[in-house]
């Protein structure tokens, strides 16, 4: 089993085993991207949406797991392609101060 990964462009490709890096074209005219939301990143972000569909369209994914902005995407795109996606909300749990290791929400 082969799991893809996609993220953007920049950046340094890690080996992890079975694991593929897919990344977004690199816009190197784009400078480097800020913490925290900017329109570099929402640029980077339509570029994303494409990319995911282009994955979807060539490959039949059993599981698609997203987080952050792309778990919006993903539940859109989820019954067109017929995915299953455990679409963990990291955000919740860094907010929650109730919130357990054993209480991880699922959105």
Known sequence: MVID???YGQGAD???PGVRIVRIPRFSWLGP???GPSFQKLF???WTVLWTVMLLLRHRYDVVHAHEKP???C???KPLFGFKSPMTCIRACRSSS???ASQTPIC
């Open 75 to 77: 539940r859109y795109l």
């Open 5 to 7: 990964l996609l993220t």
């Open 33 to 35: 991207v800020p913490v």
């Open 14 to 16: 890690v080996a992890i």
């Open 44 to 46: 980077l972000d339509i």
């Open 98 to 100: 109730r919130t357990s």
């Open 71 to 73: 778990v919006f995407w």
